[in-house]
């Protein structure tokens, strides 16, 4: 069985599991995906499953892509160099929070690389 998920990717049910289509794509017509890889769309089309308009890439890059199309989280709070400076940055959780805006647990994710880990 087959249908679109609520981000309009491809889903297709094989037994009891459920599979991104454009990963079942890719395997059978380019191969096996390398543990960490993901597999990424060059036409920006998420039900899209011509290998062609495929590749396979580490989630950095999946992520670099798409903020380089501007297709980010448009509610996020922060952005990549407020991350970069929040891991820099040597004081209280609970003041960089205040500084920045966002909770104290987001800070502290952010510097245990729970979040925003394609950050480097």
């Given at each position: 069985m087959a249908a679109r998920?609520?981000?309009?990717?491809?889903?297709?049910r094989w037994g009891?599991?459920?599979?991104?289509?454009?990963?079942?794509?890719?395997?059978?017509?380019?191969?096996?995906i390398a543990d960490g890889l993901a597999v990424c769309h060059r036409c920006d089309n998420p039900p899209c499953v011509n290998p062609e308009h495929l590749f396979a890439a580490d989630q950095s890059?999946?992520?670099a892509d798409m903020i380089a199309k501007g297709r980010q989280?448009?509610?996020?709070?922060?952005?990549?160099?407020?991350v970069r400076s929040i891991r820099n940055?040597?004081?209280?959780?609970?003041?960089i929070a205040a500084e920045y805006g966002v909770d104290e647990s987001t800070v502290s994710k952010i510097r245990l690389r729970k979040r925003w880990q394609w950050v480097v």
């Open positions: 998920d609520v981000n309009g990717y491809g889903r297709v009891s599991k459920t599979y991104f289509a454009h990963r079942i794509a890719y395997e059978e017509q380019v191969g096996p890059i999946n992520v989280r448009h509610a996020a709070k922060l952005n990549a160099d407020q940055d040597q004081r209280l959780i609970r003041i």
